[in-house]
């Protein structure tokens, strides 16, 4: 647990964008609940003039901070651009150049890609943009190297995502290298969607919400295999438990999920295995039992492709990072 908070977050706000984007970043990292003890972020939305501005469907917003208070977080987010083939504004620019320069750290979502680029921040870096616009970008800025896959990209200090929705996924990727998954994956409770989506953009129809809101039973039985990760987990059973025939449970299943049962298990047996590592001592061996992996060979498995590195390294170098922070 942190005691301390996990700094400053600015949002940039423009004439034409949608309550959506900017707030994804607000709904993260700006509201506190009262059941997670937890110091949290400090947001602030900037403009780079404090004149109202039209957001789409014609509210208008004004904010008291300007793209000087923009460039002083802890973490700098363009939700997107208005329009990627109009230049960038010259302020924000300079703002993100700035910020960059001081050590923050940089985040774009969907279209904001092309303001970084602009910036030339993304010079020689992988970086993701929606996939409408992976092309363009990959032609107008030849030096970056963009991933059109990808829900986000995160490159150290600088991070993208994908599609607007694909920046909830990036804002919970955050929470997590900040607050351990244990915070992450409450806040995704609070949200009601999966605290890691597995896949990357090609499965830009997955559905983020984890159940069938409209199949009970389906639900249900998901709650129950989330609670009994530990043991043995069959698609026969889950059929059963859902009163379906195995086939009828795996179509509806990935209509309601995006992805198999077996995977959908998986998922969730490495996110508890994330968990254990953060908040005990429990040896591998018996995270292992513990989240219903074989041994753990399995669990390494699993556990490298989806968060990059071994459940023993994952553990060191997130107490490292406690005993810094």
Same mark, same amino acid.
Do not use: F, N
């Given at each position: 647990m942190a005691t301390s908070s996990p700094g400053t977050v600015s949002v940039l706000a423009y004439d034409g964008m949608t309550g959506f984007e900017s707030g994804i970043?607000?709904?993260v990292f700006g509201l506190t609940w009262p059941d997670i003890? %937890?110091?949290?972020?400090d947001l602030k939305v900037c403009a780079a003039d404090r004149r109202p501005l039209t957001m789409l469907g014609g509210a208008t917003m004004r904010t008291a901070y300007d793209l000087d208070h923009f460039a002083a977080a802890d973490t700098v987010v363009v939700p997107s651009v208005r329009n990627p083939d109009e230049p960038v504004h010259a302020g924000v620019i300079e703002a993100l150049r700035s910020a960059h320069a001081r050590g923050a750290r940089v985040v774009s979502i969907c279209s904001g890609a092309f303001a970084l680029a602009a910036a030339g921040l993304l010079d020689d870096r992988p970086a993701t943009t929606h996939w409408r616009y992976a092309d363009d970008l990959q032609r107008r800025y030849p030096r970056i190297r963009v991933d059109r896959d990808p829900l986000y990209v995160d490159d150290?200090?600088?991070?993208?995502?994908?599609?607007?929705?694909? =920046?909830?996924?990036?804002?919970?990727h955050l929470v997590r290298r900040d607050l351990?998954?244990? $915070?992450?994956n409450a806040v995704a409770r609070r949200l009601v969607v999966s605290p890691h989506r597995p896949g990357g953009q090609s499965q830009y129809i997955e559905a983020p919400v984890a159940t069938d809101p409209d199949d009970e039973r389906l639900a249900a039985t998901l709650a129950w295999a989330q609670?009994?990760?530990?043991?043995?987990i069959r698609v026969a059973d889950l059929a059963r438990r859902t009163a379906m025939s195995e086939r009828t449970f795996v179509r509806r299943f990935a209509?309601? $999920?995006?992805t198999s049962p077996a995977q959908w298990v998986?998922?969730?047996?490495? %996110?508890?295995?994330?968990?254990l590592l953060e908040t005990t001592d429990m040896p591998v061996e018996i995270v292992c =039992?513990? $989240?219903g992996f074989a041994s753990p060979a399995a669990l390494r498995h699993h556990f490298v492709p989806r968060m990059g590195t071994s459940p023993t390294a994952y553990r060191r170098t997130f107490r490292a990072q406690q005993v810094a922070g």
């Open positions: 970043v607000a709904e003890d %937890q110091p949290w972020y150290g200090d600088i991070l993208s995502s994908a599609g607007c929705a694909a =920046g909830l996924d990036l804002a919970l351990g998954a244990a $915070t992450a609670a009994h990760l530990d043991e043995p209509a309601a $999920t995006g998986i998922e969730r047996r490495v %996110q508890r295995a994330v968990e =039992g513990a $989240t």
